[in-house]
């Protein structure tokens, strides 16, 4: 189940970028489930990755050879996260990086690995490296698609963004592949996205921009309120465009590179919100008139998250008592409940501390019937502006999670 189209893009290729995906059995036969990026020599890579506590072996060993390598290879798999597997995770995470290693004769720090699925069993390391030389044989310019489908759990759909521009006579792409439906709150990063260009963007300012465009996408939407031990989101900058370098964050190349990127993530953002586990409505909470960046999230989470809301928006019903009442425990401190205005889309529902006296029940009904909804809220307190992005919450997501190991 998906709300809205988010339609896989005709993915053009990235210069200094190839990539496959191929059958490794890890948890049904005869299904993508291993996906190789190949880097150009002199590419620079910059990532986002969860703060959970319990993060995963393979997020752990990426940190790393961040810090230490000049990264030529990402593999990833889904159907075993490798999350909660102890020291043999880690090893099992490093052995995947040396057998790459081992086969292109380049150091095994140059490799960053990625695994998604479910958490606490031990990764099939055999099926995964017996695949490994059919995949480094495979790769191509052209492997976006089976890659978007290669890193799938349970989507419905593949993710994909793909957009070029010009600058002084040369063409510069901007290409994104992401995967995610639910345990989606992620914390400085999604459930795995990559988004990569030819442009040349030096390391620094990469990083800089990884988690700026994160903040404003991946950081801004929430399924289930869930932090996923695996989230990963990783910029790749080939730099086989013939430009100068981008060292700075001025000048109208370096605009451009960033508002495509930026939009790059906020498309594949808002991609896996409408393909939410079991999701029937596309919700938008914009949190206006905070006196601080963190009382506008605070809010919109709580909202967000409400089981209550979230089953109300999959019943199509306004009972907005639930949305005043979320607002009224986020911890805002000194709330003036007076002076907060709540909207649906563009109909009034609260002012003065009770509901609007324009507001009627076939009004509210109206919105709710439809499969995009706005919550907008002013908190009458300040210039603050934040957004959430998130869905219902359904009969089917319980079965889908239900049934996850099964």
């Known amino acids: 189940m998906a709300v809205n189209e988010y339609p896989f893009p005709k ?12 059958c490794a059995g890890i948890k049904k036969i005869n299904r993508r489930d291993v996906v190789l990026f190949e880097l150009a020599e002199g590419s620079n890579v910059a990532g986002v990755f969860t703060k959970n506590a319990f993060c995963a072996a393979p997020v752990t060993v990426c940190r790393e050879h961040l810090a230490a390598a000049s990264i030529r290879y990402l593999i ?19 052995a995947t990086c040396a057998a790459i290693a081992e086969l292109k004769g380049i150091d095994a720090a140059q490799i960053l690995p990625f ?9 099939p390391l055999a099926k995964i490296t017996a695949v490994i030389p059919e995949a480094l044989a495979s790769v191509n310019e052209n492997g976006w698609d089976d890659a978007g489908a290669g890193i799938m759990t349970t989507d419905t759909r593949a993710k994909g963004f793909s957009e070029q521009f010009e600058y002084q006579g040369k063409v510069i792409t901007v290409n994104g592949i992401a995967k995610g439906a639910g345990m989606i709150k992620p914390n400085m990063a999604t459930m795995l996205g990559y988004i990569a260009t030819d442009a040349k963007i030096a390391q620094p300012l990469l990083q800089e921009l990884a988690r700026e465009a994160a903040d404003k996408s991946f950081n801004r939407i929430t399924i289930d309120g869930d932090t996923s031990t695996n989230d990963s989101c990783i910029l790749i900058a080939s730099g086989q465009v013939d430009l100068p370098e981008v060292k700075a964050s001025a000048g109208e190349l370096y605009e451009k590179l960033r508002a495509t990127i930026i939009a790059a993530y906020v498309y594949l953002a808002k991609s896996i919100v409408s393909d939410g586990e079991g999701a029937t409505k596309f919700v938008t909470v914009a949190v206006s008139g ?10 919109g989470y709580a909202v967000a998250h409400s089981p209550l809301i979230k089953t109300a928006l999959f019943a199509s019903d306004p009972n907005w008592g639930r949305i005043v009442a979320a607002i009224g425990y986020a911890g805002v401190d000194s709330l003036d409940a007076n002076k907060v205005r709540v909207h649906l889309n563009d109909v009034l529902i609260v002012e003065n501390g009770g509901r609007a006296a324009t507001y009627t029940e076939a009004q509210g009904q109206a919105v709710m019937n439809g499969a995009e909804i706005g919550i907008n809220i002013n908190l009458g307190r300040g210039n603050f502006v934040e957004t959430i992005w998130t869905t219902d919450l359904s009969y089917e997501y319980v079965r889908i999670n239900a ?3 099964s």
Not at 11 to 22: D, N, R, Y
Not at 115 to 123: C, K, N
Not at 290 to 299: F, H, I, S, T, Y
């Open 403 to 405: 049934d996850y190991r």
């Open 115 to 123: 695994s998604t699925g479910v958490i606490g069993e031990p990764l």
């Open 76 to 94: 990833i798999n889904s159907g075993n996260a490798n999350a909660c597997t102890g020291e043999q995770g880690l090893l099992d995470a490093k």
């Open 11 to 22: 993915m053009h290729p990235v210069k200094g970028v190839k990539l496959t995906a191929v």
């Open 290 to 299: 905070g006196a601080n960046r963190d009382e506008c999230l605070a809010v």
